[in-house]
Structures are given as C-alpha cells and as structure tokens.
T-cell receptor, first 114, second 110 residues
C-alpha cells in the first residue's frame, strides 16, 4: 500500500516551458487535491477534484490546469511556466461521506522555474 | 477562507523538555489536522482532531471547537521531533479543502 505518490520528485524548467505533475493514490479515495508550498508558508490549495471527471478551483488556480480521468490519478499541468511558480507541490487525497475526512499527502515535487 | 494562526512561530528546546503549540482558527470547523513536516519536506499526519483529545505516544492534542483553538503537546522532546508543525482546518462548506497556518518551527537540541 503506497498511499499517495508523486512524480517527478524534482524538476527544473525554463520560463515558458510546460510540464505535467502526476499524482496517484491507492486508497480508493474520492477526493484529491493539489497544493503549493512557498518558503516560510503553509500550503495553499490550487485545484481539487471530488470525483473522476470533475475538477474545481482552489485558492490559487491561475496558471495551472488539472485533469482527473481516472479515480486514482490527478494531474497538474503548467502550460507556460513562470518564475512565480517555483514552489514545492503536494498532492493529497481523502475519503468522502462519513468522517474522518483526514487528508493524506504525497512526498512533494520541488519545481524550479528559471 | 478560514484564518489559521499558529504560535509560537519558532521554538527551541533542550532534548527532554516539554512544549505546547497553539492553533487558533476563525470559524467553525469540520476537520482539523496536525502535521509534522520533517527536514526532508515530508508531511506526516499526527492527528485528525476536529474536537476532543487524542494521544499518541509522547504527543497529544486537544481541540476546543466552541472556543476555536487546538493545542499540540510534545512531551520529552527528542531531536527527531525537529521540523515544522502545521495546523490545518476545513470549514463546513466546501470539499474538504484544508486551510493551513504558517507553522511552528521546532528545533530540539541535544
């Protein structure tokens, strides 16, 4: 049982390049989330999904797109990377319905945009 | 969104000492979690505690939902407890998305 996994672990992009971050979970959770963490700060929600085929915007969605084609996977895309998107990206998942609504996090992806 | 304030921002302890970390939040919550972010950046779930008290080894947590605060207690601290401790909450509206505080950075010195 791997929990929540993320690929890649590290990436360096030049301004204007694109990339996709992959998140996978094996806990059969309905909800999945993408957060970013900037230095000295807590995590902020980018986008989330309440089920396969659905996505919604979070607190800081600009410059990102997401897709949830399969229940176990949640992809985060950067179409044209900017230095302001240098951050650590975390994926999380949680069950729905009855509590506990505990979120479980992946190990993170460190992205640098030069 | 819900405002989350954590205190103190930084804490330095001698190994073996006890500490209390506080989390205040601005609205009623459906979920409250405490995390430990270790020096490698990994977020480790400590407690899911929207109300009440829980204990896990040297760590315990109490949430008083009616007064909108939560406390994390660390007893007999060890160097491996070093890192950043985050409190995160979710309101009753929305899809379980968590609002994080800015964390308490704990350094335990031998």
């Amino acid at each position: 049982n791997a929990g929540v996994t993320q690929t890649p672990k590290f990436r360096v992009l030049k301004t204007g390049q694109s990339m996709t971050l992959l998140c996978a979970q094996d806990m059969n959770h309905e909800y999945m989330y993408w957060y970013r963490q900037d230095p000295g700060m807590g995590l902020r929600l980018i986008h989330y999904s309440v089920g396969e085929g659905t996505t919604a915007k979070g607190e800081v969605p600009d410059g990102y797109n997401v897709s949830r084609l399969k229940k176990q996977n949640f992809l985060l895309g950067l179409e044209s990377a900017a230095p302001s998107q240098t951050s650590v990206y975390f994926c999380a998942s949680s069950r729905r319905g009855e509590p506990p609504y505990e979120q479980y996090f992946g190990p993170g992806t460190r992205l640098t945009v030069t | 969104g819900i405002q989350v304030e954590q205190s103190p921002p930084d804490l330095i302890l001698q190994e073996g000492a006890n500490s209390t970390l506080r989390c205040n939040f601005s609205d009623s919550v459906n979920n409250l979690q405490w995390f430990h972010q270790n020096p490698w950046g990994q977020l480790i779930n400590l407690f899911y505690i929207p109300s009440g008290t829980k204990q896990n080894g040297r760590l315990s947590a109490t949430t008083v939902a009616t007064e909108r605060y939560s406390l994390l207690y660390i007893s007999s601290s060890q160097t491996t407890d070093s890192g950043v401790y985050f409190c995160a909450v979710e309101g009753f509206a929305g899809a379980n998305n968590l609002f994080f505080g800015t964390g308490t950075r704990l350094t335990v010195i031998p």
